[in-house]
């Protein structure tokens, strides 16, 4: 067994709390301070990775004294402090340790079991993470740490804010060289694309309006289409508004308007994430467009953001968040004077408590929701609420009766969804009425079922969506059973071969 001054030389007390910090985040999760903190460091020229993990090891006490760069950024957004205002250690007081400073020599690497010049045993850890920070030996990055809602990258190894280096890549010197060539596949641009082809200092209404229009198209491709085929191309337009972020604007508004449209833009890369089953990129697509709008005080986009936070929470088995999310919606909408938005946000509440198994909370926001629809449509209404009509109000219902498992009720409102559906929304069309397959079949009422999904299959040369074929999936193993009964067979048929189609 080691002395205990062994111990006490290589192994420090456990870290105390850094409740200043804590304090100074305030309402925002760990990830949304996070983003804060990126781009507070832009705007004084740093680059720094933060992410949720780094606020957590830093509010657990893990960091004692961030290193220069992080230093300069938290001066810069909490002006008139010091470190140790922010509830750090003084850099004085921590260089008294055994760690090195920076002024010395890094210390040459040394296997595990190998001593240090001074005789004592090497700590592994330490000295991977001195190794990793180079030159500052304070701020170490912790792949494992708090996690958060809200987070970029859940449950990824490489938690590096991928998003940073890919918006980096677009920046030489001082000002921002856009590759917009690289949005050509979609055509998201049009022709205000060559606005970005040149060395940008200054954005203008140009630029800005060529993000707007990417919002537009890509919501109308993902309307007909599906977002299978889409998620990867439209990243590229939402890197190319990112850099756009970075080289600036000279007015307020255009600035306003730049940072709603990335925002917007964030969202609907993340819905078609979301659609296609990449619910990791999905979260950091929303997180990214939370922070822009808790920044930039944008109440619309908050909201936005929240209500697609609350659909992916539904989506990935987590009702509480989902439920959080929705109410966080609304109370970011109360002063929009939209009731077209507050119902949807009820709908999505709905949906929460609907996961959570509370019948009678979920009814109430399903009638609330509906009472806020019949005020009918205003000049508030959001852009992107194009698709919110009454067939979208019967489908989300539908969903909340198919979650409480009242099938048959659940399939009435799915029915009626397909069939109030403008022809233009394919992909809904598809959605509901997959929907209504799977809950006809859970119902008892196996041939209605297969008739249904027969639908859904002629739609899917046109629809483009992991979401809805998974649920096609799932309807067809309930299906089995009945394979003999009147149409069940053709049904699963049909859905065998497309199946390995998509495998090969």
């Known amino acids: 067994m080691a002395s205990s001054s062994e111990t006490s030389s290589e192994y420090p007390r456990p870290p105390r709390p850094n409740l200043a910090f804590r304090e100074l985040r305030g309402q925002r999760s760990p990830g949304e301070f996070a ?30 004294c961030p290193n220069y760069a992080y230093e300069r950024v938290f001066l810069h957004m909490f002006p008139g402090r010091t470190l140790t205002d922010l509830g750090f250690t003084p850099r004085s007081v921590v260089r008294g340790r055994a760690a ?32 990793r920070e180079g030159s500052e030996p304070y701020d170490t990055y912790d792949r494992y740490g708090t996690y958060d809602a809200y987070a970029p990258h859940e449950n990824h190894d490489r938690n590096h804010e991928e998003s940073d280096v890919q918006r980096r890549a677009f920046m030489t010197g001082g000002t921002a060289t856009v590759a917009t060539a690289s949005l050509g596949p979609l055509g998201l641009l049009g022709n205000a694309a060559s606005a970005t082809e040149r060395p940008v200092r200054r954005v203008g209404s140009a630029e800005v309006g060529a993000v707007e229009e990417a919002v537009r198209k890509i919501r109308l491709l993902d309307d007909r289409h599906g977002a ?15 850099a756009l972020l970075d080289a600036g604007t000279a007015r307020q508004s255009t600035a ?30 929303y997180a990214e467009a939370l922070a822009t709008a808790r920044m930039t005080g944008d109440a619309a986009l908050e909201a936005h953001a929240f209500c697609n936070t609350a659909f992916l929470a539904r989506d990935a088995g987590r009702p509480r968040e989902a439920l959080r999310a929705a109410q966080a919606a609304q109370r970011a909408a109360r002063a929009l004077g939209s009731p077209r938005l507050l119902s ?12 959570l198994g509370d019948r009678t909370a979920c009814a109430q926001s399903l009638a609330r929701a509906r009472a806020l629809y019949e005020r009918g449509a205003s000049d508030a209404d959001p852009e992107w609420m194009s698709f ?24 009435r409102h799915a029915h009626r969804a397909a069939a109030l559906q403008d022809p233009h929304f394919t ?78």
């Open 228 to 242: 299978d085929g889409l998620y990867q191309r439209a990243a590229t337009p939402l890197r190319t508004a990112y």
């Open 344 to 355: 949807l946000l009820a709908l999505r509440e709905a949906g929460g408590w609907a996961g």
């Open 388 to 411: 919110y009509g009454a067939a979208e109000v019967e489908g989300l219902e539908a969903q909340c009766w198919s979650t409480l498992g009242d099938w048959p009720r659940a399939a």
């Open 427 to 504: 992909r809904n069309i598809a959605l509901y009425t997959a929907q209504l397959a799977d809950d006809l079949v859970r119902g008892g009422r196996p041939d209605e079922a297969a008739v249904a999904g027969l639908r859904v299959l002629d739609l899917l040369d046109q629809v483009q969506s992991s979401r809805i074929q998974s649920m096609l999936a799932g309807t067809a193993r309930v299906l089995l059973p009945h394979r003999r009964a009147s149409g069940v067979s053709a049904f699963l048929q049909r859905h065998a071969t497309l199946t390995r189609r998509g495998a090969a």
């Open 256 to 285: 306003d308007r730049l940072h709603s449209g990335t925002g917007e833009l964030a969202i609907s890369v993340g819905w078609l994430a979301h659609d296609s089953g990449r619910f990791d990129d999905a979260r950091s697509h």
């Open 100 to 131: 090195r400073t920076t002024e010395e020599e890094p210390p040459r690497p040394t296997s595990p079991s190998g001593p240090r010049s001074s005789g004592q045993a090497t700590n592994p850890a330490r000295t991977a993470y001195e190794k």
């Open 35 to 64: 983003a804060a903190v990126r781009r507070a460091a832009r705007e004084i020229g740093e680059r720094v990775s933060c992410d949720a993990r780094y606020v957590g090891r830093v509010e657990a006490g893990e960091i004692r």
